[in-house]
């Protein structure tokens, strides 16, 4: 008899509002996620995500980083209180703090981000306002995993979104969030198969799918299935049916 896989170990660090972290806990309420929620964790200790984690009942933890004489302890005494709940995957879900080299490389392959631009495209902050300076007619978010580099780690999905005549930062930025939903959870969703892996070393690494490179990131579909980016349309990739 085929034994369900475990549900995915999920910690979340947030520093704000926490609609990432809500989409996730309502995808598994759902039945659409095989996951569950270790932890969430924050710089802030006023960061909604974190009452958000309270009311599910989901452990929550502030770690100040005031509380710290530098970034790097601040980040070890961070990750020791992660570590604690064994997470198999570590999301950063608007964690607004440039995480250290080593509490990162320790954990190569196990920490992912959603950014919200097509990266390499507009790293950093204000990525919205960063896109219509420059005129962009498409924007749209990003999940990569996390590396020493600033949002310059692989990246493994991407969603597409239209900059639309007269939009400001704030308004492309509900466009584009509305996106990140739906593509951080079928992200997720392809984590837990175990078919998406990182390879290589910190300095080279790269996503690889079903033990081959990705040559380019997995696109998100207006149906939110992933595909391969192909001239030609590519196989979708559909997660295992959950045990809803
Ligand atoms: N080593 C890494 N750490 C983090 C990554 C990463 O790819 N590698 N991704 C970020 C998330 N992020 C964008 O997606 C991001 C977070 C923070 C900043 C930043 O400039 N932070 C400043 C403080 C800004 C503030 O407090 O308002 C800082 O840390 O000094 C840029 C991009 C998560 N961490
Ligand atoms: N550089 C990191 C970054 O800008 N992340 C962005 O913060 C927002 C968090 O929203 P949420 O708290 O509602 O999930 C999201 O738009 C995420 O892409």
Known sequence: ???????LRLAVLASG???NLQAIA??????????????????????FALERARRLGVHALAVRPRDFASRPAHDEHLFSQIDAVCPDVIVCAGYMRLLSEPVVTARQGRIINIHPSLLP?????????Q???????????SVHYVTPELD???VVTQVRVPVEPGDDAE???????????PLLLATLRLLATGRVQLAGSAHGSRVELDGQPLSAPLQLGPDNVLA????????AIHPPPTNR
């Open 1 to 7: 008899m085929r034994v369900a896989p475990a549900p």
């Open 17 to 19: 509002r926490g609609s």
């Open 26 to 47: 309502d995808a598994i309420a759902a039945g659409d996620l095989a996951a569950e929620l270790v932890g969430v964790f924050s710089d802030k200790p006023g960061a």
């Open 121 to 129: 495209a507009f790293k950093g902050l204000h990525t919205h306002q």
């Open 131 to 141: 896109a219509l300076d420059a005129g962009a007619g498409v924007h749209g978010a």
């Open 152 to 154: 310059g780690g692989p």
């Open 171 to 181: 308004r492309l930025a509900q466009r584009v969030l509305a996106q990140e939903h």
């Open 228 to 235: 391969e980016f192909s001239a030609s349309p590519a196989p």
